[in-house]
């Protein structure tokens, strides 16, 4: 898909190549076309007494001098013409006033003694900008009191999470108005509306910075003490895990929170709402991804929490929301290890990609053309003067130390400020991508400012050298072009000094100093290409090493066993692993894991955030590889095995899916990379995880465009996608994390059942918190600090009365 998007711009580029160099050569022979016209032309005018020499001669030093000048600017026109076009598309951008303007002070900002939290629907109706042709609220009306707690039931789509980004702002109704207390919100100051409201997603977004950072990120109107952080992290029941990380609240959470396990991610995400103490609560599906004790601690905190404060709480699990005081069901809307590194995030790779890509260029194509031919015409222009007078020549040869000088001091200085300014714009483009990418939380966390802020302080430093350095860069080009003139007239005064002495005639004069000149306009034109030079040196520094880079697990690599598919029976064994992420060396995931799963056995694993479940399937799939141990399919480790091979084996879905910006038909179509799959074998996937009546009900049917991450579906409906896209592949090896989590309970039930059906004859394993969804597994195996605890059927762990055993009677107890 990369390179296809690439092609395009390849082929114009290809085109615009070819325009730009007749362009440039029809405007180079002009130039010399004029030359030979002044020469005859000035002749002419000396034979016919209307000029003498020193006026030809100095008439036709100007005009040199001038094109040299012209020479050199135009080395920059194509810069300015990709100015220009960018131009065209980034000020309009830069200028565009948002209809919901986060940072204008327009709007009622009432004092906050006098807010009650009443928050009002009155027949609201609502379409997506992307999607108008369905409309998501068909009229919605409900209120919600002042410390009230509502909580919205439905099918996945239904449209309960649209009422939260119209609480929030994210959108305006089309018909309808959202009130809070008496005020309309389209009439309330943006950042004011949304600084009294804490919310909790679904699928939370952490900043690539500390958890402490994270937390503190909930109020933005002060900086809140370390106590503050603590209090609010106890509540969410994530203080004592965050207490033994070695770095402790000072820990980087990493690029979207990747440090995290989901439940993890989930509890700090809590803490920053709690943080706020916000008069209006909103919990889209808040506990979802929170083991049972953990999710029994929260929810007790949440409870606590809502007291006093208007609440709407999103769920699925209708366990969670038995205590609300009004529950309103809607329908129809109405009532990887080398990208752990901080270094190879995603906006630092998507930087250097986007950045570093284009200035190798710098230093390639028609610049490269350009300097090929200048150093040619400097070449040529030497032998031309050493034929005619050797001894004028070896005079201005004297100062080309100094210009050669003035040049390398130029590049050096560039290069220097291309090189320090790598990894501050890397920082820049990383803040930008994180901010841009979720724009959502930065909004209702009213962080735009601060982001904008956190932009600008990682582009000071860069900015205050290149400010300093440009002096020097300037004096240091100064110097080489003013020596270049100071051997002008060197040349001619020694060369009226050989004429005199009857060492050379005027003609030979003449010729070398015109051949000096032309090489000088050479030389003169590929100077112009030094801070290209070195912003294309110091960028291959970057890019080459990144694209020669060598995975220590190489997908695309040959390398390994590809066992025939007939002999593979897909049993897959855990043989005393141990495994340490590489960001976190401190803390050891797994501490000696070992346990076997049967050809065609399901095997779940239970057990709190970060016990090491999810690291499992990440060992099966091998986006990592254990420090000690092995992991097995049949009798083959699996770092003996195609990297390829064995990922084609096995289909997955995991907590919070993942979908591309395409349609619908391609996203399940993606499931199997080995063919073209057929539209029946795509209908018949999506049936099985039910999703095919929601897709024949839109409009554009599969041929739907999911949006940027699937942000035009519900999380229900992505995660029905992403289930009909493991089962298209038809794997030996099915790992479900938690892939009926986003689901409500009627799909749940009917995509339970397929997956139970999916399960038949197929190695399956199972993480899960809601521990209903495992009871038929063939085995269950408790995970506790990355070791089996317990291990057996449901039956037996039962009567064991173990740690299955009280888990399973603590979320009975909650039902």
Not at 21 to 31: L, P
Not at 513 to 528: H, N
Not at 563 to 591: G, N, W
Not at 655 to 670: K, T
Request: hydrophobic share 40%.
């Amino acid at each position: 898909m990369y390179l296809e998007s690439l092609r395009g711009p390849y082929q114009a580029a290809l085109k615009k190549a070819h325009v730009a160099g007749f362009a440039f050569s029809f405007s180079q022979s002009v130039i010399f076309f004029a030359y030979a016209g002044a020469f005859f032309f000035g002749a002419y005018m000396i034979k016919e007494g209307e000029m003498d020499f020193v006026d030809v001669f100095k008439v036709f030093s100007a005009i040199v001098f001038g094109a040299m000048a012209l020479g050199q600017a135009s080395a920059f026109a194509p810069d300015a013409a990709k100015a220009q076009a960018s131009s065209e598309v980034i000020f309009p951008l830069l200028d565009t006033a948002p209809t919901i303007d986060a940072e204008s002070d327009n709007g009622e900002k009432p004092h906050a003694e006098t807010v009650t939290g009443t928050v009002t629907f009155r027949d609201c109706k609502f379409r997506y900008p992307t999607r108008p042709d369905v409309e998501v609220l068909q009229g919605l009306s409900l209120t919600v009191d002042p410390g009230q707690t509502l909580a919205l039931v439905g099918t996945s789509g239904c449209g309960k999470s649209t009422t939260v980004a119209l609480i929030e702002r994210f959108y305006d109704v089309e018909a309808g108005s959202v009130l809070l207390d008496r005020y309309n919100v389209k009439n309330l100051n943006v950042p004011w509306l949304r600084s009294q409201i804490g919310i909790v997603s679904q699928e939370p977004i952490l900043f690539d910075c500390s958890i402490r950072d994270n937390i503190a990120y909930g109020d933005n109107s002060r900086t809140p003490s370390m106590d503050e952080i603590i209090k609010a992290a106890r509540n969410a029941n994530i203080h004592e895990f965050i207490s033994s990380l070695p770095d402790g609240y000072d820990t980087n959470v990493g690029d979207k929170g990747t440090q995290l396990s989901g439940g993890q991610k989930q509890r700090v995400a809590i803490a920053r709402a709690l943080l706020r103490n916000p008069r209006i609560l909103l919990l889209d599906e808040a506990t979802s991804a929170l083991d049972t004790e953990s999710e029994k601690i929260v929810q007790e905190a949440l409870d606590k929490a809502r007291a006093g404060r208007t609440c709407i709480v999103i769920a699925h699990r209708l366990s969670t929301i038995q205590n609300a005081d009004k529950i309103c069901v809607i329908k129809h809307g109405t009532d990887i290890s080398w990208f752990d590194d901080h270094k190879n995030g995603t906006g630092a790779l998507t930087t250097r990609l986007a950045t570093d890509a284009s200035q190798v260029q710098g230093a390639a194509g028609a610049r490269l053309g350009s300097l090929v031919q200048n150093v040619a015409n400097m070449g040529t222009a030497i032998v031309i003067a050493f034929i005619y007078g050797w001894q004028l020549t070896l005079v201005i040869f004297a100062f080309l130390p100094f210009i050669a000088i003035g040049g390398a001091l130029e590049m050096k200085i560039l290069q220097g400020v291309a090189g320090q300014n790598k990894e501050a714009l890397e920082g820049a483009g990383k803040i930008a991508n994180e901010g841009i990418e979720n724009i959502r939380t930065v909004a209702s966390l009213t962080k735009e400012e601060k982001i904008h802020q956190l932009y600008i302080e990682n582009l000071r430093p860069p900015y205050v050298a290149a400010l300093r350095k440009a002096h020097i860069a300037g004096f240091a080009f100064s110097f080489s072009q003013s020596v270049i003139f100071f051997a002008y007239a060197a040349s001619f005064y020694f060369g009226a000094y050989m004429i005199k002495e009857g060492e050379m005639d005027f003609t030979a004069v003449f010729k070398v100093f015109s051949a000096i000149v032309f090489g000088a306009m050479a030389l003169g034109q590929a100077s112009a290409f030094a801070p290209d030079a070195a912003k294309a040196q110091a960028s291959s520094e970057v890019i080459f090493p990144l694209l020669d880079t060598t995975p220590t697990i190489d997908a695309e690599s040959e390398n390994g066993e590809k066992p025939h598919e007939s002999t593979v029976t897909s049993k897959v064994t855990f043989s005393d692993c141990k495994f340490r992420y590489p960001t976190r060396p401190d803390i050891e995931v797994l501490q000696g894991l070992t346990l076997t799963v049967q050809p065609g056995q399901t095997l779940a694993l239970v057990g709190t955030s970060g016990c090491g479940k999810s690291t499992t399937v990440a060992l099966i799939e091998r986006f990592y590889d254990v420090e000690a141990g092995s992991v097995q399919l049949d009798r083959y480790n699996v770092k003996d095995l195609n990297v390829s091979w064995l990922r084609s084996q096995i289909g997955i879905v995991s907590q919070e899916p993942i979908l591309f910006d395409c349609s619908i038909r391609d996203n399940i179509a993606y499931g199997d990379n080995s063919r073209t799959p057929s539209m029946d074998e795509i209908i018949k996937a999506a049936r099985n995880a039910n999703i095919h009546e929601f897709v024949s009900s839109l409009p554009d049917g599969y041929d739907t465009n999911v949006g940027d991450k699937g942000t035009q579906l519900s999380g229900g409906q992505k995660q029905r996608v992403a289930i009909a896209r493991a089962l298209l592949r038809n794997p030996r090896i099915l790992l479900l994390d938690e892939a009926t989590s986003a689901l409500d309970t009627e799909s749940e039930k009917i995509v339970q059942e397929a997956l139970d059906k999916a399960r038949e004859g197929r190695t399956c394993i199972v993480i899960a918190h809601r521990l209903s969804t495992i009871q038929n597994a063939d085995k269950i195996c408790v995970i506790k600090h990355g070791t089996v605890s317990e291990e057996g059927k449901h039956s037996d762990l039962m009567a064991k009365q173990g740690i299955y055993y009280k888990l399973n009677m603590a979320q009975k107890r909650q039902k």
